[in-house]
């Protein structure tokens, strides 16, 4: 485990974060998180391994956690360096991807093996030392799984300009935006169903046929009770919960085989043009291999999202079985640092009171050699080490990578936490930094998506390309230049979202 540094508003930021943090460019994620949750996937990336090429790792992760929103920033450096090591490594190696997928096949396996067998854990049963080492083995399981996140991370959002660049530059005679646009959506789509689509499409299965087999469904509900989960709080769904979609399916009218055929079938699809564009066009074997990668490492992404998922229920019954015992509250236990998990239980530290002002606001240091959590001034102080102010009010339109092609014009609903999901209303453009699996509800909704951050392996390129609808990512400023209820006009074929009235 990593070294650590817990300070309070009277102690200083040690000066290699000062360092770290100061003078660079930041990549930022918005959504539902608490520290307890985001740490061991820092210790994660920032881990030097035999598994990953060196420089991939990464080298500082920085996140403000308030009320169960996370503010996540990773160092521009980092994404630059990890991608370009697997740029340069995929001119030599065609290969590189499958080779990096089978290096983690037995971590991966191992956690999940941990949480298949989970259920069968009587945690009331255990010992208080028996309760610390299952936690113990949940951290280092998890942590071990999930040291590939930089290699992902870093290319995917250090590739998509990249990619976009030499494909345009080797397409050559293509003399409109949108039809490169949509080349290149199709280049870049997923050749694997996302968990969520498999979800999905065994539902429909149930719902298809009448009646409906209760054992069926609760073999379902065993299956994916989970699907909710976020880096911030564990529902377990019931098997009433998913009955209740069934029937809004059925009552909707809607032709659930055809829906079930268009996803079952989606990355054969996808697989199909994007061989026929290849025979088309003569793509060099670099951009080829790039393209491969990019395939690969968006099924990796989605499993290492799905794990995530999976963790978090661990977790909330390894925590909550440790607060039952020592009347803690569960929900101030998300703002422990891992290590504090066994002082907690042993020793009634940190204090009840710490951790409320954790919750009010905190701010978590991640890198190389230890963490750090601090709260009151020292919030401040790292944000103004670490930003400039700007302003965006002159600003009119914006600009960013087109992932899904087609135009669209509706009211603007920003969305920063899976709590303001509900307020997308249909034929709304959803507005975010970034959007998660936990959105689909709102996403559903949604006549386009524009998000601040992503590259071509994202949430929103892959989720926006399955439902058809135009997505424009990587706009950096998209949740500072609109606000609700500004009427704008999305051209996914040009990269352009347009303000046509301000909202009064």
């Known amino acids: 485990m990593l070294p650590y540094f817990v300070l309070h508003y009277i102690m200083p930021i040690p000066a290699i974060v000062q360092k770290k943090v100061k003078g660079t460019t930041w990549y930022h994620q918005r959504f539902d998180g608490a520290p307890l949750y985001m740490v061991p996937v820092c210790e994660a990336e920032v881990m030097r391994e035999a598994r990953k090429p060196a420089g991939t790792e990464a080298d500082v992760r920085v996140g403000f956690f308030t009320d169960g929103k996370a503010d996540w920033y990773l160092d521009m450096r980092d994404v630059r360096r990890g991608a370009r090591i697997v740029v340069e ?3 030599h190696d065609a ?8 290096a983690w096949r037995d971590d991966e396996h191992a956690f999940q093996k941990f949480f298949d067998n989970f259920s069968k854990v009587r945690l009331k049963m255990l010992s208080d030392s028996k309760l610390l080492s299952l936690a113990e083995r949940w951290h280092t399981l998890f942590v ?14 250090g590739t998509d300009m990249l990619i976009a ?3 345009r530059a080797e397409l050559g005679g293509t003399d409109k935006e949108s039809d490169f646009t949509k080349i290149f959506s199709t280049v870049t789509a997923p050749a694997h169903q996302s968990f969520i689509n498999k979800a999905e499409m065994e539902l429909l299965k149930i719902a298809i046929k009448l009646p409906s087999s209760s054992k069926q469904l609760a073999k379902y509900q065993q299956r994916y009770f989970w699907l909710h989960n976020n880096y911030f709080r564990a529902q377990e769904l019931s098997k009433k919960f998913f009955q209740r979609e069934i029937e809004r399916w059925q009552n909707s009218g809607a032709n659930l085989l055809a829906k079930y055929k268009q996803l079952r079938d989606m990355p054969a699809n996808n697989v199909r043009k994007k061989i026929q564009l290849l025979k088309k066009h003569k793509l060099s074997r670099h951009l080829r291999t790039l393209l491969k990668i990019s395939e690969d490492f968006t099924w990796w992404q989605d499993e290492r999202k799905r794990s995530t998922f999976l963790n978090i229920h661990l977790g909330s019954k390894i925590l909550g079985e440790m607060a039952r015992r020592r009347k803690y509250n569960p929900e101030l236990m998300k703002y422990l640092m891992p290590f504090e998990i066994k002082l907690m239980f042993l020793k009634g530290s940190p204090s009840v009171e710490d951790l409320r002002k954790r919750q009010r606001g905190c701010v978590m240091v991640v890198w190389r050699g230890g963490y750090c959590v601090a709260i009151g001034r020292d919030i401040d102080r790292l944000r103004h080490l670490m930003f400039t102010a700007k302003t965006r009010d002159a600003v009119r ?10 135009k669209a014009v509706g009211r603007v609903k920003i969305v920063g936490s899976v709590k303001e999901i509900n307020k997308v209303n249909k034929g709304d453009i959803l507005v975010a930094v970034m ?20 590259g071509i392996t994202c949430h929103a390129a892959i989720v926006s390309r399955e439902l058809g609808i135009p997505c424009i990512i990587g706009t950096k400023i998209a949740t500072e230049v609109f606000k609700d209820g ?3 006009e999305v051209n996914a074929n040009h990269g352009v979202v347009k303000k046509i009235s301000v909202h009064k």
């Open 435 to 454: 959007t998660r699996p936990d959105y689909i509800i709102g996403i559903k909704k949604a006549a386009a998506i524009v998000t601040n951050e992503g």
């Open 397 to 406: 339109d914006v600009r960013g990578l087109s992932a899904s092609v087609g």
């Open 89 to 91: 490594r995929a001119k």
């Open 486 to 488: 500004d009427l704008v």
């Open 165 to 167: 660049k030499m494909l």
């Open 144 to 157: 071990r799984r999930v040291t590939s996140s930089a290699i992902i991370d870093h290319f995917a959002l």
């Open 95 to 102: 290969s590189i991807s499958t080779k990096l997928l089978r």
